[in-house]
């Protein structure tokens, strides 16, 4: 399991820094799911993915993955199976948990990755300051929203 807190963090700065452009482009097309998701896809793939994965390894999708490429939902390497994915460990027993708006208590449960996201007036957005992020519990079934600054990313070869 190896520390990748610096990449992440680097990666929520590039959207928080780049979202107004986003924004921009956002509001002026029809295509706003699809062209979202490959932005998210394309751009977690050449910040991220390229610096925390050795050659022939792939990271899990950002969210759902990219739309343009049909059938794949990667951007690059379309054809390509996840070889990692990024673990999300709380850094406390105990932390807020934001969809039931409730403290949840750890153990030593196996959290996957998903996005960044923001509550604005109490719905979840796509949206700056990006300080949450979006977990599936380790069966894949259930998310959960963490404060980014209370967990701990980490990148795990996904079992064969």
Known sequence: ???????????????????????????KTDLINATLSD??????????????CHPGNFLQVYKEGAEANGEYSRITFM?????????????????????????MHFGNEDFMFSMFLQKVDGFFLLAPPFSLIEVYDEKGDTLYCFNKSEVSFYLVELNK
């Not at 932005?39 to 925390?52: A, D, G, P, R, Y």
């Not at 850094?91 to 948990?97: G, P, S």
């Open 39 to 52: 932005w998210f896809q394309m751009n977690w793939e050449i910040l991220v993915e390229c610096k925390v």
């Open 79 to 103: 054809d390509k199976i996840a070889t990692h994915y990024v673990k999300v460990v709380p850094q406390a027993t105990t932390i807020h948990e934001y969809y039931t708006n409730s403290d």
């Open 1 to 27: 399991m190896i520390n990748i807190n610096k990449e992440i963090l680097e990666f929520n700065n590039f959207l928080n820094l780049s979202w107004p452009f986003v924004n921009c482009f956002y509001n």
